[in-house]
């Protein structure tokens, strides 16, 4: 197969940059045993911020021999992963009180007689719910009970 080259401008190199760190840490942040080889990819890619000029984005620690993400470059990527993970916070947890409620709601018999457009739409309406719920009140109203 037949190497190819791939050029970046400075711009599409930073833009890069911020994938790889994100796609990285999507992966790898909450994992026992991360992906190697999204860590020797992100370390390629790392490799080469200084010869787009980019040296405040990376670092490179001689006694690990690795590049790690600069704080320039953290501090720009941490309100993108915290507005991801407020937004997939409120989202699963309505989803999934929804989908407890459907379940609390019908039992097995009433969903085999539903449409698949039926059981999609019938959970929607129990997530806007929350949606709603959520959106003005966040966790104020929530409690547990046995």
């Not at 309505?94 to 085999?112: G, N, P, S």
């Not at 449409?115 to 129990?126: G, Q, V």
Request: charged fraction near 30%.
């Amino acid at each position: 197969m037949e190497s190819k080259k791939i050029e970046f401008t400075q711009e599409q190199f930073l833009q890069l940059l911020k994938l790889v760190y994100l796609g990285r840490w999507m992966a790898n942040s909450h994992q026992d045993d991360p992906d190697k080889s999204l860590e020797e990819l992100e370390q390629h890619v790392f490799s080469f911020a200084s010869t787009y000029g980019l040296n405040d984005m990376v670092d490179y620690d001689n006694k690990y021999k690795k590049f790690f993400p600069a704080m320039e470059l953290e501090d720009t990527m941490d309100p993108m992963i915290q507005d991801y993970d407020d937004y997939t916070f409120w989202d699963e947890l309505a989803w999934r009180i929804a989908e407890r409620d459907f379940v609390q709601k019908f039992d097995h018999a009433q969903v085999l007689c539903m449409t698949s457009e039926e059981i999609f739409r019938e959970k929607n309406t129990l997530a806007d719910k929350y949606f709603e719920e959520f959106s003005t009140n966040g966790i104020d109203h929530l409690l547990l009970t046995k």
